[in-house]
């Protein structure tokens, strides 16, 4: 079982990672190229805010009216190449149907429940794998030092002299405080793009009992057939 469970994961962890691949190959710029625009684009932002910080107005209030339209900019040029490289999967599981902040998580399902089926797997071992992992996530958890109140407050005490420090400052107060957003949402992207977000291993555990409980009832309804 336990070897059941780790390929379940490494295959999980092999298609976020595929993936991702496919998206910076160069064979993919066709599909890309809304993604190379957004870079470009994120390269003027950082020079603007750069520039702002000197001349705060009115570029201050330029940089920061276009993070939104910006923020959804990247969001949409990642959609859009995965959409058009697995047109094919999109196609044949109406992913496109769905929910708009649904079709990452369908479509990373749909590849995991095809590699399993490729594998040979049934949807009894889907299911006790599935269910193995739950006992696995019932596992009693390790005391951290993160629970103790002592922690806690000196932590709470440091962030808040961190923040008033911040807001004293005359280099933050300047207008260096668009630069310091700007590459703090550019850091949050190439994380979303790169590793797919940060994923702990319960949330990742999760994910995978979740998509191996859907591939049970999946392949169940093959077989019935």
Request: aromatic share 14%; charged share 20%; glycine share 4%.
């Given at each position: 079982?336990?070897?059941?469970?780790?390929?379940?994961?490494?295959?999980?962890?092999?298609?976020?990672?595929?993936?991702?691949?496919?998206l910076?190959?160069r064979?993919?710029?066709?599909?890309?190229?809304?993604?190379?625009?957004?870079?470009?684009?994120?390269?003027?932002?950082?020079?603007?805010?750069?520039?702002?910080?000197?001349?705060?107005?009115?570029?201050?209030?330029?940089?920061?009216?276009?993070?939104?339209?910006?923020?959804?900019?990247?969001?949409?040029s990642?959609?859009?190449?995965?959409?058009?490289?697995?047109?094919?999967?999109?196609?044949?599981?109406?992913i496109?149907?769905?929910?708009?902040?649904?079709?990452?998580?369908?479509?990373?399902?749909v590849?995991?429940?095809?590699?399993?089926?490729?594998?040979?797997?049934?949807?009894?071992?889907?299911?006790?794998?599935?269910?193995?992992y739950?006992?696995?996530?019932?596992?009693?958890?390790?005391?951290?030092?993160s629970?103790?109140?002592?922690?806690?407050?000196?932590?709470?005490?440091?962030?808040?002299?961190?923040?008033?420090?911040?807001?004293?400052?005359t280099?933050?107060?300047?207008?260096y405080?668009?630069?310091?957003?700007?590459?703090?949402?550019?850091?949050?992207?190439?994380?979303?793009?790169?590793?797919?977000?940060?994923?702990?291993p319960?949330?990742?555990?999760?994910?995978?009992?979740r998509?191996?409980?859907?591939?049970?009832?999946?392949?169940?309804?093959?077989?019935?057939?």
């Amino acid at each position: 079982m336990l070897k059941d469970c780790a390929f379940a994961s490494s295959l999980y962890k092999q298609i976020r990672s595929d993936v991702r691949n496919r998206l910076f190959s160069r064979s993919s710029y066709p599909a890309t190229r809304p993604m190379v625009i957004m870079a470009l684009i994120t390269l003027a932002l950082i020079i603007m805010s750069v520039y702002s910080a000197f001349n705060p107005i009115p570029w201050s209030a330029i940089t920061y009216a276009l993070l939104i339209p910006w923020g959804i900019g990247l969001y949409w040029s990642r959609q859009y190449a995965t959409r058009h490289l697995f047109r094919a999967v999109y196609r044949s599981e109406k992913i496109n149907k769905q929910s708009r902040f649904k079709r990452d998580e369908l479509f990373q399902y749909v590849l995991f429940r095809d590699k399993l089926n490729a594998a040979g797997w049934t949807a009894q071992r889907a299911a006790k794998v599935a269910e193995y992992y739950s006992l696995m996530e019932s596992a009693p958890k390790l005391y951290s030092i993160s629970q103790n109140i002592f922690f806690v407050f000196i932590v709470g005490l440091m962030a808040g002299l961190a923040t008033e420090a911040i807001k004293i400052s005359t280099w933050f107060s300047t207008g260096y405080a668009g630069v310091v957003l700007v590459l703090c949402v550019g850091v949050l992207y190439i994380a979303w793009v790169f590793l797919d977000g940060v994923h702990v291993p319960a949330q990742h555990r999760a994910y995978v009992r979740r998509d191996l409980q859907r591939a049970a009832m999946e392949l169940r309804s093959e077989v019935a057939r």
